[in-house]
């Protein structure tokens, strides 16, 4: 059996050290805040801004949420998102996604100051990921990053495929592998033969958004097997891309859903928002 990568663990020693450089600003009258702004009530959406903010009370920041109804105009939000900009106790925003279908989320992505951007979705901070000159990691990639080096397992050099070419997770992952020279091969919907490119992966990630898709004869023996998949199986019950159970013995690493690469987005968001409030209140 491979060894189970333990997220939760993971995550909170990332929180707690995050909570006690956050009690050292605070000894000196530095206070960071993150604002959380969502719009209409899709309960997923609600569950992840509720644990965002259980986050920023554990490690200490100010948090400031904006749940507005789903009727909010895509104006009315651009005023909010512009307020936000201009107001310095607040140090990171971000918006909640999906916006209702009347707003174009990509305006409003523009719209906010990329310096206060913890998602990382700007294009501004888009180009320095891609240049390898950042300050704010997209969280999920930049966690998926936190599990593979809690293994001990050194990325350069090594045979690196994900799965999944999305704009929050395939791309910017494949760039941080890559500024860790792995040799990277990026695997989408029209990619021939699947199961045999991904077998070639020393370190595989899974973010396809397909449950239980990738079983053991898409895994290398001894892989790295990061799963960021959120699904639901045929029981109802919460499962990621991997089949879990058929890989298990296969992988040398690799993570459970829940309890693998979830709890690490929350926690990498608050190390962006970190960053975002010593970069503006300890200059
Ligand atoms: N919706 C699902 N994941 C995310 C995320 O990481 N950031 C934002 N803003 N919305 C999301």
């Known amino acids: 059996m491979g060894q189970i990568i333990d997220g939760k663990a993971v995550s909170q020693s990332v929180k707690d050290s995050i909570k006690a450089e956050v009690a050292e600003l605070k000894a000196k009258g530095i ?4 604002a959380v702004v969502i719009v209409g009530d899709d309960p997923a959406s609600k569950v992840y801004v509720r644990n965002k903010k259980l986050a920023c ?10 749940a507005l109804p789903a009727e909010t105009t895509e104006q009315e939000l651009l ?13 990171g925003i971000l918006v909640q996604l999906p916006v209702p279908k009347h707003i174009n989320d990509k305006v409003v992505i523009d719209n906010i100051r990329p310096d206060k951007d913890v998602d990382a979705f700007h294009p501004v901070n888009v180009g320095k990921i891609m240049i390898g000159d950042y300050s704010f990691l997209p969280c999920t990639p930049a966690g998926v990053m936190e599990l593979i080096a809690s293994t001990g397992t050194e990325i350069a050099g090594k045979e690196c495929v994900v799965i999944g070419r999305s704009n929050i997770v395939g791309k910017p992952q494949a760039m941080l592998l890559l ?9 989408h919907s029209k990619t021939k033969n699947l199961a045999e490119v991904c077998s070639r992966a020393d370190i595989l990630v ?5 449950a239980k898709m990738i079983t053991k004869e898409y895994i ?6 990061i799963d960021v998949g959120m699904n639901r199986d045929e029981n109802g ?18 993570t459970p859903v829940p309890g693998g690469v979830g709890p690490m987005t929350i926690a990498m968001l608050m190390q962006n928002t970190l960053t975002a409030g010593k970069e503006h209140k300890c200059k």
Do not use: M, P, Q, W
């Not at 206070?31 to 993150?34: A, H, R, S, V, Y």
């Not at 005023?79 to 140090?91: G, Q, T």
């Not at 290398?220 to 097997?225: D, L, R, T």
């Open 179 to 187: 500024h860790k020279n792995g040799t990277v091969t990026v695997c």
């Open 237 to 254: 019950k919460l499962c990621g891309d991997v089949d879990f159970e058929d890989c298990k013995d296969k992988a040398l690493f690799i």
């Open 57 to 66: 009370e554990y490690v200490g920041f100010n948090s400031y949420e904006y």
């Open 31 to 34: 206070e960071i805040g993150l």
């Open 206 to 210: 899974a973010a396809v958004g397909r």
């Open 220 to 225: 290398k023996e001894g892989a790295v097997v």
């Open 79 to 91: 005023e909010l998102v512009d307020k936000l900009n201009n107001d310095d106790k607040v140090d």
